[in-house]
C-alpha cells in the first residue's frame, strides 16, 4: 500500500512493555519485521523510550510541528492502570507500533502478522476509513489506533457485541478522575449506533471492527480514531471541562485496561448477564427511540440490542404487514403475552443504515 500523500519515510517504531517480550518478538515474529521493511517501511526496535517531534509535511501548508505519541508516558499510564482495575497478566498493550505519519492504522495492522494484542497508533493517519468506506480525518492532537485480538473460532459469545465493548469502554475511559467529572460525561458524552461517541449531536470518536478467520483462529481488528486535542475538525474532548486532563497517552491506557476487562467478562458472562449491556444502553441516544424502516415502510421503537448483537426494533402493529425489512437479516419474530402480540425486527449493523437524528434506517447503499 503506497500514497502520494507520504512525503517521509515510512517509519514504524516497535516498542514492547519488557526487554523479554522484545526478546520473544524478535523471535517469533521476525519474519513480519522483515515483510515490513520489505514493503519500503523503515522499522526500529528501540530500547529505551524518549519522547520526539516530527514534522507535519502531509500539507502543502506550513504548519509548525506534530508532537509525537509519548511512549513513556504510556506505558507508565498503562502499568498504573492495569494496577489499579487489571492485576495479572495483560493481554493487550503489551506491543506498541507508533507511527509518525501513516496512510491507515487498521491497513498495517491487518496487512501484517503482529503479535495478538498488538496496538498501532499514528500521530496522523491521512487515509483513515470508518464504516461504509467513509473518511475519518486524523490531524495532529487526535488519537488514532488500531488494535489486534485473536480469539478462538466458534467462541460461545457472539463477536458482534465488540465493537459495543469497544465503545463502552471508549466513552468510559474519557472523563477525568473525579465523581463529577464522570456525572457531567454521562451527561454530555453519548453512544450513537452501532459505534460512534457523541458530544451535543457532534462526533467526537468513531469505531470500526473487522475481522478474518484462518484455521481455528478468530482475529478481530478494532479501529478507533478520537478528537482529543486536535483545533479540527469537529469538536475536540479536552476543551470540555470533565475531560480537560485528557491526553492521547491516557486515554489510550485506560481504554486498552478497562477493553481488556470488559471483553474478559463478556467472554465469561454474556452481554447482560455481565451487566455491560446495562452500561451500554444507559450510554446510548436511542432507547426507545421511534424508527421507520425504510424499505418496508414499517415503524417501531428502539427496546435494545437483541442477543445476536442487532438492533431490536419492536414494531408497530399499525405500521402495515409483517415482513422482512430490508435493513434486517433475520425476519421479525412474534412474542405473545396476556392476549397481546409484539413483532420485532433485528437490524444487523453491517447491512444497515442509521439516521438517528430523522429516525430512519435503511439498507447501506
Not at 460461545?156 to 460525561?185: R, T, W
Request: charged share 20%; hydrophobic share 40%; glycine share 8%.
Amino acid at each position: 500500500m503506497t500514497s502520494d500523500k507520504f512525503a517521509l519515510p515510512r517509519r514504524l517504531l516497535v516498542y514492547c512493555d519488557s526487554l523479554a517480550r522484545r526478546q520473544r518478538l524478535l523471535e517469533t515474529h521476525s519474519a513480519t519485521l522483515v515483510r515490513l521493511r520489505d514493503a519500503g517501511y523503515l522499522v526500529q526496535l528501540p530500547q529505551g523510550w524518549k519522547p520526539e517531534t516530527t514534522a507535519d509535511s502531509t500539507s502543502g501548508v506550513a504548519s509548525g510541528n506534530v508532537t509525537a505519541f509519548a511512549v513513556h508516558s504510556f506505558f507508565v499510564e498503562l502499568e498504573r492502570y492495569r494496577h489499579q482495575q487489571q492485576p495479572g497478566a495483560a493481554w493487550v498493550g503489551h506491543t506498541l507500533v507508533h507511527a509518525p505519519l501513516l496512510e491507515s492504522t487498521q491497513d498495517l495492522i491487518r496487512s501484517f502478522a503482529f503479535p495478538d494484542g498488538t496496538v498501532v497508533v499514528a500521530d496522523r493517519q491521512v487515509s483513515g476509513r470508518g464504516r461504509r468506506g467513509a473518511t475519518w480525518d486524523s490531524p495532529g492532537g487526535s488519537l488514532a489506533f488500531s488494535l489486534q485480538l485473536e480469539l478462538q473460532n466458534g467462541c460461545d459469545q457472539p463477536v458482534q457485541f465488540i465493537q459495543y465493548i469497544a465503545g463502552l469502554a471508549l466513552a468510559e475511559s474519557i472523563p477525568n478522575e473525579s465523581p463529577e467529572a464522570e456525572q457531567e460525561a454521562a451527561r454530555a458524552l453519548h453512544i450513537k449506533w452501532p459505534n460512534d461517541l457523541l458530544v451535543d449531536g457532534l462526533k467526537v470518536a468513531g469505531i470500526l471492527c473487522e475481522s478474518s478467520v484462518f484455521r481455528d483462529r478468530f482475529t478481530v481488528y478494532v479501529g478507533i480514531g478520537v478528537n482529543v486535542a486536535n483545533a479540527a475538525p469537529t469538536a475536540a474532548l479536552a476543551q470540555f471541562s470533565w475531560a480537560s486532563a485528557l491526553t492521547r497517552e491516557r486515554l489510550l491506557a485506560r481504554f486498552l485496561v478497562r477493553f481488556e476487562r470488559f471483553l474478559t467478562i463478556f467472554l465469561d458472562k454474556g452481554w447482560v448477564a455481565s451487566g455491560l449491556g446495562a452500561r451500554y444502553t444507559a450510554r446510548w441516544l436511542h432507547q426507545r427511540q421511534l424508527v421507520l424502516l425504510a424499505e418496508t415502510n414499517q415503524r417501531g421503537r428502539i427496546i435494545g440490542l437483541s442477543q445476536q448483537g442487532c438492533l431490536l426494533v419492536e414494531l408497530d402493529p399499525l405500521s402495515g404487514e409483517r415482513g422482512r425489512s430490508g435493513a434486517s437479516a433475520i425476519a421479525g419474530q412474534a412474542q405473545c403475552e396476556a392476549g397481546t402480540c409484539s413483532q420485532y425486527i433485528e437490524v444487523e449493523p453491517d447491512v444497515s443504515s442509521f439516521d438517528w437524528q430523522r429516525g430512519i434506517v435503511q439498507r447501506k447503499q
